[in-house]
C-alpha cells in the first residue's frame, strides 16, 4: 500500500474559500483572477465579489438549491460557481454547450447561472426541487465523457481535502500563476482552479487554444510558472514548436488526463530542462475528486513510465484478485479524503450520504519496489477475440513505439485501428503496416484487424474519443468492402475473408481455454495463473504438445505466449500459422511427446481397472497414482507464492475430487447398499472398519484428499512456507523423510487395508512432490531412495507389487516425457483425465458384466462418459465456489 501524509495546512471556512486575508493583510493585495488583458480581482477582491453574488442566490436555511453552472472561462461564471459553493448550494457544472440537454432534463435545476455579472442567476422555482445531502457541493460527469447523465457526486470534504493535497505536492506558492489550458467543466481544469486559489496563487482566465500565439502571450507578458496539459496538447505542441520558444516565467508542466508514451515524456522532460521548466506526470480520476498521483518533477526523467507516489491524505493498495490481474499487477483501488461520495443516475441520488469508503479505479498498474505506481491498463481495455484476451494498452503501446498514435478498440469480428495519418505516408501504406504491427502484437492475423486512416475523433478535455474511433472504423468497412471481388482484402484492413486460418497464439489459446472452460486467455499469463490444476493440465498438455511440439520442463508456470513462441520454432515451416489442420495432416506413426505423469496415469487406470476384473493381476497402481498426486499438486496449487493462494488453488482441486466421488457414493448407497456416510463424506478411513476392509473400496480418494490437505497444512506455517519458496525440493525431500515414521509404526501395529489410509500412504504423495522439484541428478537419486526405504518392503509378500510402485516412481523421476504414437495420444489424453471417474465406477460395473475383457472395456467405457458428462458442470462449481487465482 502506497501512503502519503497530509500536509499541515490550515483550513478556511468555505468549501473553497478563496485565500482570506490575514492579520497584516496579505495576500489582499495579490491578484486571485485575471483576464487575458489583464484585468483581475485580488484576493481580497474576489472574496468580497464572491460574498457579494452569493447573496443573490437562495438562503441555503430556506432550503439548499442545485444550481446549474455552465463553466466558462470568465470572471462571471468563475465568481457564481465559487459563490454557490461558499453560500452552502450544489454546483452542476456542464460544459456550456448543448450537450448538456440530458443532464438538465434528468435533474432539473432549480438556479440557473445566466453568465451576466448584474443578474447571475435566474432562480427557477420558489423552493427547492431536490432533497440534497448536507455534505453534497459538486456534480461533475464521469471521468472521460461530458453530456453523460452519469454524475459524480463530491462533498466540500472531497474539493478542499484534494485541493490542498495538490497544491502541496505540486509546491504551489503565492507567487504561482496558472492559466485556463483546459476546459474548466474539467475534472482536471477545475482543479488547476482549486489548488491554486487554497495556495493564494492566481489563475489567467483563457478561452484560447494552446495552438495560438494569444495564449502564449498571456503567458509570457502575464507571468503564467504552471501550465496544465493532457498527452494530446503535449502532441500538438511538439508539431507547433511553441514549448521550444523561451517561456521566462514558466517553471512547470503539469501532465495528466490519461497515459503519455514514456518516450514522449522524456523528450517533454528533457525539452524543459533545456528551457528552465519541469514536468509532473500525475494520475486521476473524476471519481476521486481530480489527483491521485503526482510524480516529482525531479523523477521523471529516471522513471518516465510512473505516475508517482498518492497525494496528500491518500493511500492505495493493488487488488491483485481480479481476473485480470497478475502476480505484479492489480487494479488500483484507492483511499482517501478525495474519494467520491459515489455516482448519481437520477434525481434521487442526490439525497444520498457517501456510499463508498474506496475507490476501485478499474485501472491496472504496479507497483515498483521504488514505491512509484505505475499503470499498466484498464479492465475494461480488454477484449476477446477468437479466444484471445487481448489487451488494447498493450496494442496501442506497440504502435506508438513505432511511431503510430492509434485507438484502438474490439469486438467479436476483430480489432478496430484508427490511427492517425503519418506524415508523407500513404494511407494504404500506413493501414497495411498498422494492420501488421496490430496484428503482431494481439497475436491476431492481420486479417482480424480493421484499419482507418483518419484523425482521431476527442472529447472536449482532449482525450481520445473511442466511441467515435470504433465507429469511425466500422463506418468505412461497407464502403471498401462493396467495391472489393470476393476474398480480396480491403486496403484500409477492413476484416475480409482472405485469411481467415487462426493463428498459432489463437490455437494454443483455444486449447487452453476449451480446458479451463474459458472464453478468453491472456497470452501474456500462464496455465496455472489462468486456473489451471492437476486435474485439468491433462486435457491441456495433450492438446498443446500437439500444437507446439513436446512441453519444456515447467511449462504450465510460463506464459502462454512462450509456447507459442517455441511452436513457431518448432512448426518454422508453417509460417506462424495455426498447426490445427497441419496436425490433422500429419502421418498417423509420427509419435508425439507425451508427458510422463499423463503417461503413468493412463496406464495406472488400466491396470487398476484390469487387476479388479481378474484381467491380469498387475497391483501397485493406485499407491503409484498418489506419488503422481503429489508430483501434480506440488507443480499445481501448492506452488502458488502464498498460504491462501495454496489453500485456493488446493481447495478447488479438492472439489473436483470429492463432488464426484461423494455422488458416486451416494448413488452405491441408496441403489447397492454398497457404501455408507463415511464413504460420501470422504472419511471412510478414519471412522470406517479399515482393518477389514469394509467398504473400503475408495481409500485412494479417502488419501488423496488427506494428503492433499496434510501437506497444504505444513507449508502454512510460516517458516516452512518460505523454506518452501526457497527451496521447494528440500522441503519435500524433508517431509517424505519424516512421513516413513507413521508409515513404519502404523504397519508395525497391524496389517490389511491399513496400507490404504492416510498415515501410510503419506509419503508417496511427499515423495512425488520431492520429485516435482529435483531438478538435478543427485536430487533426482535421493528422492528415489527416500522411495526405496518406504517401497521396498511396504507389501512384505508381495516383491513385485513394491517393485511396480518403484518402477513408477522412478518413471516419473528420470523420464520427463514419453514418445507415443500418434494415433495413442488422444487414447492417453482420455483415459488420463477420466482417471479418476473410470476409478470411481469400476466397481459397480465389474460385477455386471460376465467377462473379464467385457468388464474391463465397460469399466474405461463408462468412466470416460461420465467424464465427459461431468467435468465442466463440476469446474462451473469450483469457480462458482472458489474463483481461481487468475
Same mark, same amino acid.
Given at each position: 500500500?502506497?501512503?502519503?501524509?497530509?500536509?499541515?495546512?490550515?483550513?478556511?471556512?468555505?468549501?473553497?474559500?478563496?485565500?482570506?486575508?490575514?492579520?497584516?493583510?496579505?495576500?489582499?493585495?495579490?491578484l486571485?483572477?485575471?483576464?487575458?488583458?489583464?484585468e483581475?480581482?485580488?484576493?481580497e477582491?474576489?472574496?468580497?465579489?464572491?460574498?457579494?453574488?452569493?447573496?443573490?442566490?437562495?438562503?441555503?436555511?430556506?432550503?439548499?438549491?442545485l444550481v446549474?453552472?455552465?463553466?466558462?472561462?470568465?470572471?462571471?461564471?468563475?465568481?457564481?460557481?465559487?459563490?454557490?459553493?461558499?453560500?452552502?448550494?450544489?454546483a452542476?457544472?456542464?460544459?456550456?454547450?448543448?450537450?448538456?440537454?440530458?443532464?438538465?432534463?434528468?435533474y432539473l435545476?432549480?438556479?440557473?447561472?445566466?453568465?451576466?455579472?448584474?443578474?447571475?442567476f435566474?432562480?427557477?422555482?420558489p423552493?427547492?426541487?431536490?432533497?440534497l445531502?448536507?455534505?453534497?457541493?459538486?456534480l461533475?460527469?464521469?471521468?472521460?465523457?461530458?453530456?453523460?447523465?452519469?454524475?459524480?457526486?463530491?462533498?466540500?470534504?472531497?474539493?478542499?481535502?484534494?485541493?490542498?493535497?495538490?497544491?502541496?505536492?505540486l509546491?504551489?506558492?503565492?507567487?504561482d500563476?496558472?492559466i485556463?489550458s483546459?476546459?474548466?467543466?474539467?475534472?482536471?481544469?477545475?482543479s488547476?482552479?482549486?489548488?491554486?486559489?487554497?495556495?493564494?496563487?492566481?489563475?489567467?482566465?483563457?478561452?484560447?487554444?494552446?495552438?495560438?500565439? !494569444?495564449?502564449?502571450?498571456?503567458v509570457?507578458?502575464?507571468? &503564467?510558472?504552471?501550465?496544465?496539459?493532457?498527452?494530446?496538447?503535449?502532441?500538438?505542441?511538439?508539431?507547433?514548436?511553441?514549448l521550444?520558444?523561451?517561456?521566462p516565467?514558466?517553471?512547470?508542466?503539469?501532465?495528466?488526463?490519461?497515459?503519455?508514451?514514456?518516450?514522449r515524456?522524456?523528450r517533454?522532460?528533457?525539452?524543459g530542462?533545456?528551457?528552465?521548466?519541469?514536468?509532473?506526470?500525475?494520475?486521476?480520476?473524476?471519481?476521486a475528486?481530480?489527483?491521485?498521483?503526482?510524480?516529482?518533477?525531479?523523477?521523471?526523467?529516471?522513471?518516465?513510465?510512473a505516475?508517482?507516489?498518492?497525494?496528500?491524505?491518500?493511500?492505495?493498495?493493488?487488488?491483485?484478485s481480479?481476473?485480470?490481474?497478475?502476480?505484479?499487477?492489480?487494479?488500483?483501488?484507492?483511499?482517501?479524503?478525495?474519494?467520491?461520495m459515489?455516482?448519481a443516475?437520477?434525481?434521487?441520488?442526490?439525497a444520498?450520504?457517501?456510499?463508498?469508503?474506496?475507490l476501485?479505479?478499474?485501472?491496472l498498474?504496479?507497483?515498483?519496489p521504488?514505491g512509484?505506481?505505475?499503470?499498466?491498463?484498464?479492465?475494461?481495455?480488454?477484449?476477446?477475440?477468437?479466444g484471445?484476451?487481448?489487451?488494447?494498452?498493450?496494442?496501442?503501446?506497440a504502435?506508438?513505439?513505432?511511431g503510430?498514435i492509434?485507438?484502438?478498440g474490439?469486438?467479436?469480428?476483430?480489432?478496430?485501428?484508427?490511427?492517425?495519418?503519418?506524415?508523407g505516408?500513404?494511407?494504404? !501504406?500506413?493501414?497495411?503496416?498498422v494492420r501488421?504491427?496490430?496484428?503482431?502484437a494481439?497475436?491476431?492475423?492481420?486479417?482480424? &484487424?480493421?484499419?482507418?486512416?483518419?484523425?482521431?475523433?476527442?472529447?472536449?478535455?482532449g482525450?481520445?474519443?473511442?466511441?467515435?474511433?470504433?465507429?469511425?472504423?466500422?463506418?468505412?468497412q461497407?464502403?471498401?468492402?462493396?467495391?472489393?471481388?470476393?476474398?480480396?482484402?480491403?486496403?484500409?484492413?477492413a476484416v475480409?475473408?482472405?485469411d481467415?486460418?487462426?493463428?498459432?497464439?489463437?490455437a494454443?489459446?483455444?486449447?487452453?481455454?476449451?480446458?479451463?472452460?474459458?472464453?478468453?486467455?491472456?497470452?501474456?499469463?500462464?496455465?496455472?495463473?489462468?486456473?489451471?490444476?492437476?486435474?485439468?493440465?491433462?486435457?491441456?498438455?495433450?492438446g498443446?504438445?500437439?500444437l507446439?511440439?513436446?512441453?519444456p520442463?515447467?511449462w504450465?508456470?510460463?506464459?502462454l505466449?512462450?509456447?507459442?513462441d517455441?511452436?513457431?520454432?518448432?512448426?518454422?515451416?508453417?509460417?506462424g500459422?495455426?498447426?490445427?489442420?497441419?496436425?490433422?495432416?500429419?502421418r498417423?506413426?509420427v509419435?508425439?511427446?507425451?508427458?510422463?505423469?499423463?503417461?503413468?496415469?493412463?496406464?495406472?487406470v488400466?491396470?487398476?481397472?484390469?487387476?479388479?476384473?481378474?484381467?491380469?493381476?498387475?497391483l501397485?497402481?493406485?499407491?503409484?497414482?498418489?506419488?503422481v498426486?503429489g508430483?501434480?499438486?506440488?507443480?499445481?496449487g501448492?506452488?502458488?507464492?502464498?498460504?491462501?493462494?495454496?489453500?485456493?488453488?488446493?481447495?478447488?482441486?479438492?472439489?473436483?475430487?470429492? &463432488?464426484?466421488?461423494?455422488?458416486?457414493?451416494?448413488?452405491?448407497?441408496?441403489?447397492?447398499?454398497?457404501?455408507?456416510?463415511?464413504?460420501?463424506?470422504?472419511?471412510?478411513?478414519?471412522?470406517?472398519d479399515?482393518?477389514?476392509?469394509?467398504?473400503?473400496?475408495?481409500?485412494?480418494?479417502d488419501?488423496?484428499i488427506?494428503?492433499?490437505?496434510?501437506?497444504?497444512?505444513?507449508?502454512?506455517?510460516?517458516w516452512v512456507g518460505?523454506?518452501?519458496?526457497?527451496?521447494p525440493w528440500?522441503?519435500a525431500?524433508?517431509?517424505?523423510?519424516?512421513?516413513?515414521?507413521?508409515?513404519?509404526?502404523?504397519?508395525s501395529?497391524?496389517?490389511?487395508?491399513?496400507r490404504g489410509?492416510?498415515?501410510?500412504?503419506?509419503?508417496?504423495?511427499?515423495?512425488?512432490a520431492?520429485?516435482?522439484?529435483?531438478?538435478?541428478?543427485?536430487?533426482?537419486?535421493?528422492?528415489?531412495a527416500?522411495?526405496?526405504v518406504?517401497?521396498?518392503?511396504?507389501?512384505?509378500?508381495?516383491?513385485?507389487?513394491n517393485?511396480?510402485?518403484?518402477?513408477g516412481?522412478?518413471?516419473?523421476?528420470?523420464?520427463?516425457?514419453?514418445?507415443?504414437?500418434?494415433?495413442?495420444?488422444p487414447?492417453?489424453?482420455?483415459?488420463?483425465?477420466?482417471?479418476?471417474y473410470?476409478?470411481?465406477?469400476?466397481?459397480?460395473?465389474?460385477g455386471?458384466?460376465?467377462?473379464?475383457l467385457?468388464?474391463?472395456?465397460?469399466?474405461?467405457?463408462t468412466?470416460?462418459l461420465?467424464?465427459?458428462?461431468?467435468?465442466?458442470?463440476?469446474?462451473?462449481?469450483?469457480?462458482?465456489?472458489?474463483?481461481p487465482n487468475?
Amino acid at each position: 500500500m502506497l501512503t502519503a501524509l497530509p500536509p499541515a495546512l490550515a483550513p478556511s471556512r468555505g468549501t473553497l474559500s478563496p485565500a482570506e486575508p490575514s492579520a497584516d493583510g496579505a495576500p489582499a493585495g495579490r491578484l486571485a483572477l485575471l483576464t487575458a488583458s489583464g484585468e483581475g480581482l485580488s484576493h481580497e477582491e474576489l472574496w468580497r465579489t464572491v460574498a457579494d453574488v452569493a447573496g443573490r442566490l437562495p438562503d441555503a436555511a430556506d432550503g439548499r438549491r442545485l444550481v446549474h453552472l455552465p463553466l466558462r472561462p470568465d470572471l462571471a461564471s468563475v465568481t457564481a460557481y465559487l459563490a454557490t459553493l461558499q453560500a452552502g448550494h450544489v454546483a452542476l457544472v456542464t460544459p456550456d454547450d448543448a450537450r448538456t440537454g440530458r443532464i438538465l432534463d434528468r435533474y432539473l435545476p432549480d438556479v440557473m447561472a445566466t453568465g451576466d455579472p448584474e443578474r447571475p442567476f435566474d432562480v427557477l422555482t420558489p423552493a427547492p426541487r431536490h432533497l440534497l445531502h448536507p455534505d453534497l457541493a459538486l456534480l461533475l460527469s464521469t471521468s472521460g465523457s461530458t453530456g453523460s447523465p452519469k454524475l459524480v457526486r463530491l462533498s466540500r470534504q472531497n474539493v478542499r481535502s484534494n485541493a490542498l493535497a495538490i497544491a502541496h505536492a505540486l509546491r504551489l506558492t503565492e507567487d504561482d500563476r496558472a492559466i485556463t489550458s483546459l476546459p474548466l467543466h474539467y475534472t482536471f481544469g477545475l482543479s488547476v482552479l482549486h489548488s491554486h486559489l487554497v495556495a493564494g496563487a492566481s489563475v489567467v482566465l483563457n478561452e484560447a487554444s494552446v495552438l495560438t500565439e !494569444e495564449l502564449w502571450d498571456a503567458v509570457d507578458v502575464l507571468g &503564467v510558472t504552471t501550465l496544465a496539459v493532457v498527452p494530446h496538447t503535449v502532441e500538438l505542441l511538439e508539431s507547433t514548436g511553441a514549448l521550444e520558444r523561451p517561456h521566462p516565467s514558466l517553471r512547470m508542466l503539469t501532465q495528466a488526463g490519461g497515459r503519455m508514451h514514456p518516450g514522449r515524456v522524456l523528450r517533454t522532460a528533457a525539452l524543459g530542462r533545456r528551457q528552465g521548466w519541469e514536468l509532473a506526470v500525475m494520475y486521476g480520476q473524476t471519481e476521486a475528486t481530480a489527483r491521485i498521483c503526482v510524480l516529482d518533477p525531479a523523477l521523471v526523467a529516471d522513471h518516465p513510465d510512473a505516475v508517482g507516489r498518492p497525494v496528500a491524505g491518500t493511500s492505495l493498495h493493488l487488488d491483485t484478485s481480479v481476473p485480470e490481474a497478475s502476480d505484479e499487477t492489480g487494479e488500483v483501488v484507492v483511499r482517501g479524503p478525495g474519494v467520491m461520495m459515489g455516482y448519481a443516475e437520477h434525481a434521487d441520488d442526490l439525497a444520498l450520504g457517501a456510499m463508498l469508503s474506496e475507490l476501485r479505479t478499474g485501472d491496472l498498474g504496479r507497483i515498483g519496489p521504488d514505491g512509484l505506481l505505475r499503470l499498466v491498463g484498464r479492465r475494461s481495455g480488454f477484449v476477446k477475440i477468437m479466444g484471445l484476451r487481448i489487451d488494447l494498452a498493450t496494442v496501442e503501446s506497440a504502435l506508438e513505439a513505432a511511431g503510430y498514435i492509434a485507438c484502438v478498440g474490439g469486438d467479436d469480428a476483430g480489432l478496430t485501428v484508427a490511427v492517425q495519418p503519418a506524415p508523407g505516408a500513404p494511407p494504404v !501504406e500506413t493501414a497495411a503496416l498498422v494492420r501488421r504491427l496490430a496484428g503482431d502484437a494481439s497475436g491476431l492475423s492481420p486479417a482480424s &484487424v480493421a484499419v482507418a486512416v483518419a484523425g482521431l475523433p476527442r472529447l472536449p478535455s482532449g482525450k481520445v474519443d473511442r466511441l467515435a474511433c470504433a465507429a469511425l472504423v466500422r463506418g468505412e468497412q461497407p464502403q471498401e468492402q462493396a467495391g472489393r471481388q470476393p476474398g480480396e482484402q480491403s486496403p484500409q484492413g477492413a476484416v475480409g475473408t482472405a485469411d481467415a486460418s487462426p493463428t498459432l497464439a489463437v490455437a494454443v489459446a483455444r486449447a487452453a481455454g476449451d480446458v479451463l472452460g474459458l472464453d478468453a486467455v491472456d497470452l501474456g499469463r500462464s496455465f496455472v495463473q489462468h486456473g489451471g490444476d492437476s486435474l485439468s493440465h491433462v486435457q491441456a498438455s495433450v492438446g498443446l504438445e500437439k500444437l507446439v511440439g513436446p512441453l519444456p520442463r515447467g511449462w504450465h508456470h510460463r506464459p502462454l505466449a512462450d509456447l507459442v513462441d517455441l511452436g513457431r520454432s518448432v512448426h518454422a515451416g508453417l509460417p506462424g500459422r495455426a498447426t490445427a489442420d497441419g496436425v490433422r495432416g500429419r502421418r498417423l506413426w509420427v509419435s508425439h511427446s507425451v508427458e510422463t505423469s499423463v503417461l503413468l496415469r493412463a496406464i495406472a487406470v488400466v491396470i487398476i481397472c484390469g487387476s479388479h476384473a481378474d484381467l491380469f493381476h498387475i497391483l501397485g497402481g493406485a499407491h503409484t497414482l498418489l506419488a503422481v498426486a503429489g508430483f501434480n499438486a506440488a507443480r499445481f496449487g501448492l506452488s502458488l507464492p502464498t498460504a491462501r493462494g495454496r489453500w485456493r488453488a488446493s481447495l478447488r482441486t479438492l472439489i473436483g475430487v470429492a &463432488v464426484p466421488t461423494a455422488a458416486v457414493a451416494l448413488f452405491g448407497m441408496v441403489a447397492q447398499d454398497r457404501y455408507g456416510w463415511a464413504n460420501v463424506l470422504l472419511v471412510n478411513w478414519i471412522f470406517g472398519d479399515v482393518a477389514y476392509g469394509f467398504r473400503n473400496e475408495l481409500w485412494f480418494v479417502d488419501a488423496l484428499i488427506a494428503c492433499t490437505v496434510v501437506l497444504a497444512a505444513i507449508l502454512s506455517v510460516p517458516w516452512v512456507g518460505r523454506a518452501w519458496q526457497r527451496q521447494p525440493w528440500r522441503v519435500a525431500a524433508a517431509v517424505a523423510v519424516v512421513a516413513l515414521v507413521p508409515r513404519f509404526l502404523v504397519l508395525s501395529l497391524g496389517e490389511g487395508v491399513l496400507r490404504g489410509i492416510m498415515p501410510t500412504t503419506f509419503w508417496l504423495f511427499a515423495v512425488g512432490a520431492a520429485v516435482a522439484y529435483a531438478d538435478t541428478r543427485r536430487r533426482r537419486l535421493l528422492t528415489l531412495a527416500v522411495a526405496v526405504v518406504g517401497g521396498a518392503t511396504f507389501f512384505p509378500d508381495d516383491l513385485v507389487r513394491n517393485a511396480t510402485i518403484l518402477l513408477g516412481i522412478a518413471v516419473l523421476t528420470f523420464v520427463p516425457e514419453v514418445r507415443v504414437p500418434a494415433w495413442a495420444v488422444p487414447a492417453v489424453g482420455l483415459l488420463a483425465s477420466a482417471s479418476l471417474y473410470v476409478y470411481l465406477v469400476q466397481f459397480p460395473i465389474l460385477g455386471l458384466v460376465p467377462t473379464a475383457l467385457g468388464a474391463t472395456l465397460a469399466a474405461l467405457a463408462t468412466g470416460c462418459l461420465l467424464w465427459r458428462v461431468a467435468d465442466r458442470p463440476v469446474r462451473r462449481l469450483q469457480d462458482l465456489l472458489l474463483r481461481p487465482n487468475r
